[in-house]
Structures are given as C-alpha cells and as structure tokens.
C-alpha cells in the first residue's frame, strides 16, 4: 500500500535528517558545515514532499467515507452547504496549507510552476483554516485577559474618539423644541503598528507527520505563546514597540490602598473602596493573582475566627479549574493572572499595584493583516527559525473605570 511506503520512507528520511543535525553541531568545521546544512535542505525538501503525499492520501480518504456529496472538505471536516458549495478563500485550499507546510518545514515557497506563498516582505500568511483553529483554541482556553477586551481593526495612526454619544432630556411643549444634542468625546485615540514575533524550533515543525497534525500544533503553540503575552502587556506595556499597559498609562489616577489587615476585612472594602466608585463604573471586574486572593479574600472571618468570605461577599473561586481559574467577588467577576503579571500581596512592596479594578470593554486591542511566517537560517546556532508575524496595538479608550488597588504600608 503506498501510504505504508511512504509512511516508512519519510521515517527513514527524519532519522537521516536528524543525523545530520547531530554531525553538524558536532562539527568545529565551518565548511563542513555548510556543506552538511546544503545536504540538509534537500532532505528536508523531500522529507516536505513526502509529508505532502502521506497528507493528500489521508485527505482523499476521509472524502471518500464521507457521504453527501455536497459536503466540501475544510480543516480535516465536513462542511455542508445545502447543495450550494461554498468557495474556499485562497488559504483554505489543500495546496495551499500543504505548501504553506511545506514552506514552514523547507523553506520552500512555491504551490506549483509560477505561484508562490511568500514575498521577502511579509512572508507567508497564515492559512485561514490554521488562524480558525488558533480563534478556538484562543476562546476555550488561553487569554484570561484578552478575551474579555475589545478587538478592533482599524488603520494605525488614525484618531478617532473613544467617547460615546449622550444627550440630554427636556421636556417640551407645542411652542418649544428639543435643542440638538452634540458629541461629548473624550480624548482622541490612535494605534500604532508594533510588530510582534513567535519563534518556533524548526526542529519540532518539521517533526510533525500529517497535515492536520500540523496544522493543529503551529495553532496551539502560537495561541499559547500569543495570548500569554498579551496578557502581560494589557496590564503592564510599557507602550514602547509594544501596546500600553493599564500600569504605565498616566490617565489612571485613581488609586485605593489596602492594609494587609484591610483586605482580610470586608467592610473596609465597602468603606474604602466601594464607596468610591461611580454608578456608572460598578459593573467592572477585579484582577488578582490567586495566591492574594487565597491569602487574603477566602481568609475573611468574624470575631470568632469563623470563615464569613463567602457570606459577606459572594467570594467563589474555581481555583481547581486550569481552563477558567477564574470567581467572582461582591457579584464582579474575578481574573485570575500570575504573580509575573500581578505581584503577590506579600511580596509586593508598599505602595505596589497588588490588584486592578477595571472594565475590560474600554481596553481594546487593535490587530492588523493577520499573522505572517517567515523563516531563516540562524548562522549563530547553524539552524533553521520559523516566527509567526502579528501587528497588533492595545490601550485604554477610557481610563475613568480603573482602580488600582496597592499595597499599604
């Protein structure tokens, strides 16, 4: 059977492949080096090709079990139209992934004779089907921040105003008229284009047998890697190649101080930092590294030391839950981050930002053209790199609704 064959050749061709990896970052020689890693992109070139018709057997196996005939094949499922067939967009198609594979693992461009995936410029873009399943994987798991913020597209270093439209009521009579209202805007916002890069070890791409699989791991492994930076900097960019941060923006002001003592004490919260917030602004959310709230929040207890956290404030933290470690405080929801995004209460120093109060509509992150692939040879390490391109800006359209909440002496 011709998949077996080409199973155990290009099993045969990954172990000669590695081998020469090895024998290359062995090597003192410089020439030989070269000449190994001249060898090596053949290799690789065949080990793509053969990835490629292993990829093409499994599809049209798939096809051929799948009944009705109106059913198209996309991303490893059946899509049905209701007899209509819906045109694929130029990445969905199987020539492209496949040679977008292809070129992640070769560097290898080209679909067929005259067409090709990449410019020197911008690189491969990214197969629709691939950036779908990274949208999923987004949703379902990773991005505890970024995926309750605004997403928007806009053309970078245009203004626009991030202020909303209010008017005002008058009551009117048969000799009277209700004046026009005007835009109350608030300050003029722009994005900028900061240019971000996943790099991925060629290594493990060109590892990966079948296209699906494939397909399915770059998704993961960019998701992951993406949404743990974005994380980062929506709390803390410093705004310089990258997008601005809720810490570093001097448009919040407003700040609340809890003692050590304050935070175990659910009154004072409704004393020092509740009574403080506008109506307006009382729908926000909490953020909070979980060793704070565990320390502090779900140690609240009365005069007898019994536990009244869940009592006195509606304290639920399903820290047990790794997809959504997330609860809710006072009936607003709680984000769960890490002690690198939000320093612990007791590590912090006085007067560090220990928790944020905020409304994650009014951050919004701006993403443009999608992700790109380029690749190169690293003349450093004698390897290949693969690094996923994404342009993408963040920050507050209204820095009225947070609060930071810090560390008291």
Known sequence: MRKDILTKKLARLQKKAADMKARALASEDVNEVRS?????????????????????????????????????????????????????????????????????????????????????????????????????????????????????????????????????FKWISESTVSPRQKLNALAKISFSYHVAEIRIAQSFLASIVTLDAFEAEIARVIAIAYLQAMDEAIVKGTGDGMPLGILNDARVTHNVTMTAAKMSNWTEWRKIFFAALPLGYRSGEFIFPLSTVEKYLETMADSNNNPIFRQATGLEVNDGDAVNPNGRFFGREISIVEPDILPDFDTASANDVIGIYWQPDEYAINENFGFTMRRYYDEETNEWVDKALVVVDGKLLNAEGVYLIKKGS
């Not at 292993?54 to 049209?60: G, H, N, T, Y």
């Not at 049905?80 to 819906?86: E, I, M, S, V």
């Not at 992934?97 to 067929?112: K, P, S, W």
């Open 36 to 168: 190994i890693t001249a060898d090596l992109e053949d290799v690789n070139a065949e080990i793509a090709e053969t990835q490629e018709e292993l990829a093409a057997i499994e599809a049209e196996e798939r096809s051929a079990n799948q009944k009705p005939d109106n059913a198209e094949l996309v991303n490893g499922k059946k899509v049905f139209d209701g007899g209509q067939k819906r045109k694929l967009q130029p990445t969905e198609t199987l020539e492209y992934r496949q040679a977008f594979m292809r070129y992640v693992q070769t560097g290898n461009a080209e679909i067929r004779a005259g067409e090709v995936i990449t410019t020197a410029d911008t690189g491969a873009a990214i197969p629709l089907t691939v950036m779908n399943e990274v949208i999923n994987t987004i949703r379902k798991r990773y991005g505890n921040l970024y995926n309750k913020v605004r997403k928007l597209s806009v053309k970078g270093g245009v203004q626009f105003s991030a202020g909303a439209l209010q008017a005002n």
